[in-house]
């Protein structure tokens, strides 16, 4: 990935001159390129990895995979969040991991461990490196220096059982790796998150990952079967069943666990067979509020659709939605609704049916197959305008919850007030944006699009924005975080989402697990 922006340097794309005409009348961004330096330009803190300690950890993972030059360091400096983004942009001297380990198996990951645990040298796991929570932050604590420890040579595809639709996948093997991989055997996962292109099912798992299939194949955590993880005193080998009542699901120690408990190197997951065929369906409503009690029927009636998801007023007006057409002229008034279903021929088309009769009942106008194939056709590509934006010397950068459906109205009015007025606060009006990205029976996902004018000190601008937010979440009874994981960036909150018993829980698994504290320090655990 680009090491100061989004995915693929080449699929970079420059602003339209409707999203420029945007910024200025809507904003009063007039473009002008933010100074930001080349990679030759970026300085970093020198690494504090002693020559023995280097030497040492060479010998596990082989000469040819440890790094410490900085171009490496660099790539593993932190996520892709508008904050690592921006720290990219700063001329003075940055901070990275002192070292790149790239291990080969459990085996050396585990010799890594112990060397580290004694040696007083902390660990950050490293995936697709797509966290946009500071989960991937440098942070060494009291340790004398840290490392990275990329997975992306456990890349395989260890096994298939096509009766039971299952597979087991190494943590590093990319998402679209996993279905070429699945494909060839005619299966595939549907786990299709923004990050998708870049981002790793180990990644997926330690971040409890939602994807934009979700209505059709549930969130990550619903597709993991087992997982296996190497910690400092062991490995942890989880799920032998489909269910069990062997107590506690030791799964969930691991899933959402963010590379604090252990490493994770293996997932076994629930697959289905490639899908006969996929039919699209884009929809109008009149407002917010009539599309989401439209798509809470279809939830909870369960009619089946793979893709739902609805865009409010805002990013409607812009076309957020259809990536290829932001700024321009307006698809629909109203709220544009997206329906997609895969399946057999039979099933799709009863399934679409009946989704298709509540949603004309309950007040929506269909659009045609039209809007839904552009959605999916750039569905990965919105980081790409963010990285563009925040060259233009805009502040954009997305935020997401989950509540229930009787607070969906509460949460995002109390969210966008207190967006909107926190960067009031720094001199500049806001558009905020919202969409419904993720439905369950009793709830759904709200995800919010902000873009601004960068003044003074952007970084600092942006943290008092998200603080605000995130305590409009807390006082509005919503979650933190629906699928974006803690990291350090909402880790000031997690007392106030599990309590003070469940933050003590949540150390002594640490300690039981990782004694000495290296994995990952600074991130989930308050």
């Known amino acids: 990935m680009k090491w100061n922006g989004w995915g693929d340097p080449a699929a970079a794309k420059p602003l339209s001159p409707g999203i420029r005409s945007l910024l200025h009348q809507a904003l009063g961004i007039d473009g002008d390129s933010v100074a930001e330096p080349d990679l030759d330009q970026v300085r970093l803190r020198p690494s504090a990895l002693p020559p023995a300690d280097r030497n040492s950890l060479g010998a596990i993972v082989g000469a040819g995979h440890i790094a410490v030059e900085d171009r490496a360091r660099l790539l593993r400096a932190g996520g892709k969040s508008t904050l690592d983004l921006l720290r990219r942009k700063d001329f003075g001297v940055q901070d990275a991991p002192d070292a790149v380990l790239l291990p080969a198996d459990e085996d050396q990951i585990a010799k890594v461990l112990a060397y580290c645990a004694d040696h007083s040298i902390a660990i950050v796991p490293f995936g697709g490196g797509t966290s946009v929570v500071g989960g991937l932050d440098p942070l060494r604590g009291d340790f ?164 739902l998801r609805l865009s409010d007023e805002a990013e409607t007006g812009v076309n957020l939605a259809t990536t290829e057409s932001i700024g321009e002229q307006q698809i629909t008034g109203g709220c544009l609704a997206i329906t997609a279903f895969e399946g057999t021929e039979a099933h799709v088309a009863s399934r679409h049916a009946e989704t298709r009769e509540l949603l004309e009942a309950l007040g929506g106008t269909s659009l045609g197959e039209g809007p839904a194939r552009a959605w999916e056709h750039g569905r990965f590509d919105a980081p790409y305008l963010r990285d563009a934006l925040l060259s233009a010397g805009a502040l954009c950068e997305t935020l997401e919850t989950a509540t229930n459906w009787s607070n969906v109205a509460a949460v995002k009015a109390a969210v966008t007030d207190a967006l909107t007025n926190a960067l009031a606060d720094s001199g500049t009006p806001a558009l905020v944006m919202c969409h419904i990205s993720h439905v369950y029976p009793t709830g759904a996902s709200l995800y919010f699009t902000v873009v601004a004018a960068q003044r003074g000190n952007p970084i600092e601008q942006w943290r008092a924005a998200k603080a605000a937010a995130s305590d409009a979440m807390v006082r509005s009874g919503a979650t933190i975080t629906h699928h974006h994981a803690v990291g350090a960036d909402h880790r000031p909150w997690m007392r106030d989402e599990v309590g003070d018993l469940g933050v003590s829980v949540l150390r002594a698994v640490k300690t039981a697990l990782d004694p000495t504290g290296i994995l990952n320090p600074g991130k989930l655990i308050p």
């Open 144 to 307: 004398k220096a840290v490392v990275s420890l990329d997975l992306r040579r456990l890349d395989r595809l260890h096994h298939l059982d096509e009766i039971s639709w299952e597979a087991e996948l190494g943590a590093g093997v990319t998402g679209p790796d996993a279905e070429r991989l699945l494909a060839a055997r005619g299966f595939s996962l549907g786990h299709f998150p923004q990050s998708f292109r870049f981002a790793t099912l180990g990644g997926f798992a330690a971040t409890r990952s939602s994807g934009q299939d979700s209505a059709g194949y549930g969130r990550f955590n619903d597709m993991v079967r087992g997982l296996r993880a190497v910690t400092p005193v062991g490995i942890l080998d989880a799920g032998r069943a489909p269910e069990s009542a062997a107590g506690p699901d030791l799964r969930q120690l691991l899933i959402g666990s963010e590379g604090v408990f252990g490493v994770i190197t293996r997932v076994r997951l629930r697959v289905h067979p490639v899908p006969e065929v996929t039919r699209y369906e884009a929809w109008s409503f009149p407002d917010f509020s009539t599309g989401a009690d439209a798509l809470r029927a279809v939830v909870q009636t369960g009619t089946g659709p793979t893709v």
